[in-house]
């Protein structure tokens, strides 16, 4: 059977793209074990630095109370999410000059995009069990 290539139009420069390079772009947005829990945070509204940080830390608390992400990822995060225009960054003069991160319409977008994607995994979370192949 000859495999058959799902192509989207573009309607940006008329070009075609295909459907997997489309999947390829939004996954290498995802990628990060951050992402979504920073605009997961910020899904409420604006948030200084040090409590983004400390928000996305107490929603990943990890068993041993380790904090799960470092200043250096998290500030990798940060910079990955606002050059893909996920979120915004700008000094807020009320506080002394913080930096305060809130998300941008491009990333409510993806928030609202990723929810099916979690109700997949929550429903099949159970089942994955009961059909995992075990490998000795």
Known sequence: ???????????????NVSYQQR???AVSILRGQWTISVLAALALGELPYKELLTAVNTAEHRPGGRAPLSDRVFTDTLKRAQGHSLIDKRTDPQRSG????????????????????????QEYEDQDDHDAVRVD
Not at 1 to 15: F, H, I, N, S
Not at 98 to 121: D, H, I, M, N, Q
Request: proline fraction near 7%; include cysteine; aromatic fraction near 4%.
């Open 98 to 121: 913080v930096s305060v991160y809130e998300l941008t319409p491009k990333g409510r977008a993806l928030l609202r995009a990723v929810r099916p994607l979690v109700e997949w995994a």
């Open 23 to 25: 999947v390829n772009d």
């Open 1 to 15: 059977m000859p495999c058959r290539r799902v192509v989207l139009a573009d309607g940006m420069g008329g070009e």
